[in-house]
C-alpha cells in the first residue's frame, strides 16, 4: 500500500515525501493495524485515554490525553516534550490496542516516561514542522564538516528536529568513545539551536536509513523487526554455511539478523545427528565424517586410509554404529551400513497432462509443393531457352 505521496508524477515516481509520517499510516514502518478499532466498547467502560504517537523513522511513543481530546489515527497532534518546547506527531494506534502495546514494551500505566498531548496541530504548528524538516539535510551536511574539521571519530548518521524546530537531535555512530564538547558549541553557534547528541548502534542506524538487502525485498529492521538480538557465527555453523563475511554481513556491517530467524529449525534437526568431530571405528579403520546434509538427513565418511571413497550413511545408522562403538561391539565396515551409490535415477518423462496444443499452430505452413512447382518450371524455361552460339 501507499498514500497519496508516493504516487506517480509525470510518469516518475516521487517517493514518499513524508519520510516515514505519512498522514495515512499506510507505507509507513513498523505500522500497527489497529484491528479492534470498529468494536464497541461494553457498558459502563471507560476508552483508554493513552495513545500511541509516532516521529521520524521508526520513534514512537505514549501520550495521554484529556476526555474531551479525542485524537484519531494519522491525525498531527502537539506533545510535550521531557525539556522546554513541543514537538510534533502523528498518531498511530488509539484504543485498547494501546494497552496491549504497553504491555508488550513493559510500560507501566503511571509511568514518568508516559507524556500528554496538549492538542491537534494546526496549520502554524504544521508550517513550522515542515520548515524545520525541510533544513535537516543541509544542517547534517554542515554538521558533518564541522565534525571533519575537529578529526572527530565519528559519523553523523542523521538528524532530527523537533517539532517547534529549537532542538535537534543528531544520531551518530562511533567504535570508542567520542569527546564532542567542542562540536556541540559549534553547532549551537552554527546553527543557533540547542543540540542533543544520541550514539546508536549500526542495527539502529540501518533501521532508520532503511535500504533493500541481497534477497530483493526492504531491510527487515526497517520494516518489522524491533529488537535486535545477537548474532554469532556458531548460527552459520549450524546451518551449514560458508564463514564469507561479505556473504553473512549486511548493510549495517554486522552479521545478518535472518541467521537468526531459522536457526531454533536447525537446531532441533541436528539433535537426530552425531556430532561432525565424532569417529566411527570399524574393523576395516576409522573413519571421519566429511561432510552433512540437514534437509536429506544423511552424513558422508571416509576411512583415513582411503580419503578419495566416500560412504553415504543416514543418521540413524551413523547413530547405531556410534552406540555399538560404546558398548564394545564390533562393527565390520561403513559398507555394510551406507547405501548403493550405483542406483541409478530414472529418467523423468515429461508429457502433455495439461492438453495443451503444440505452439507451431500459430505458424503458417509451408507449401512444399509450391517450391517444387516452381523449380521444375525454372528447369523447363533453361532447356527451351535458345543458345548463346546459336
Request: net charge positive.
Amino acid at each position: 500500500m501507499s498514500c497519496s505521496n508516493c504516487s506517480t508524477a509525470s510518469g516518475t515516481p516521487r517517493g514518499c515525501q513524508s519520510n516515514g509520517t505519512c498522514g495515512t499510516d499506510s507505507c509507513n514502518k513498523l505500522t500497527v493495524h489497529n484491528w479492534l478499532e470498529n468494536m464497541v466498547l461494553p457498558a459502563g467502560q471507560e476508552p483508554f485515554r493513552i495513545a500511541e504517537v509516532r516521529f521520524k523513522n521508526s520513534r514512537k511513543g505514549f501520550y495521554r490525553f484529556s476526555e474531551d481530546l479525542r485524537p484519531s489515527i494519522g491525525e498531527a497532534v502537539v506533545t510535550d516534550v521531557s525539556q522546554s518546547g513541543h514537538d510534533v506527531g502523528r498518531v498511530t494506534l488509539t484504543g485498547e490496542l494501546v494497552r496491549f502495546q504497553m504491555k508488550k514494551k513493559k510500560v507501566a500505566m503511571d509511568s514518568d516516561e508516559i507524556l500528554s498531548i496538549k492538542r491537534k496541530a494546526t496549520s502554524r504548528d504544521l508550517e513550522v514542522w515542515q520548515a524545520a524538516r525541510n533544513k535537516e539535510e543541509e544542517v547534517q551536511k554542515r554538521a558533518r564538516e564541522l565534525a571533519l574539521r575537529l578529526n572527530l571519530q565519528m559519523k553523523l548518521s542523521d538528524v532530527e528536529f523537533q517539532g517547534d524546530g529549537k532542538k535537534a537531535t543528531f544520531y551518530y555512530t562511533a567504535e570508542s568513545r567520542v569527546d564532542f564538547r567542542q562540536l556541540i558549541k559549534d553547532m549551537a553557534k552554527a546553527f543557533g539551536i540547542r543540540i542533543e547528541m544520541r550514539q546508536i548502534g549500526l542495527r539502529f542506524e540501518a533501521s532508520r536509513l532503511g535500504g533493500i538487502g541481497s534477497c530483493g525485498r526492504e531491510l527487515c529492521c526497517s520494516t518489522w523487526l524491533t529488537d535486535f538480538r545477537s548474532v554469532s557465527t556458531a548460527a552459520a555453523r549450524y546451518q551449514q554455511l560458508s564463514l564469507n563475511p561479505q556473504k553473512l554481513s549486511g548493510q549495517c556491517g554486522k552479521l545478518k539478523c535472518c541467521l537468526n530467524f531459522e536457526l531454533d529449525a536447525y537446531r532441533f534437526a541436528l539433535k537426530d545427528f552425531p556430532r561432525m568431530d565424532t569417529k566411527l571405528k570399524t574393523e576395516k579403520g576409522i573413519a571421519l565424517c566429511q561432510k552433512m546434509d540437514i534437509f536429506k538427513g544423511k552424513l558422508w565418511y571416509t576411512y583415513k586410509d582411503d580419503w578419495m571413497q566416500w560412504h553415504e550413511l543416514t543418521a540413524e545408522a551413523s547413530q547405531e554404529i556410534i552406540a555399538k562403538n560404546r558398548k564394545g561391539e564390533p562393527v565390520a565396515a561403513l559398507e555394510d551400513y551406507s547405501e548403493d551409490p550405483k542406483t541409478e535415477a530414472k529418467a523423468l518423462a515429461f508429457e502433455n497432462v495439461v492438453g495443451q496444443d503444440s505452439l507451431n499452430r500459430f505458424d503458417t505452413p509451408k507449401n512444399r509443393n509450391k517450391k517444387r512447382s516452381n523449380s521444375r518450371n525454372r528447369n523447363r524455361n533453361r532447356r527451351r531457352s535458345p543458345r548463346a552460339n546459336d
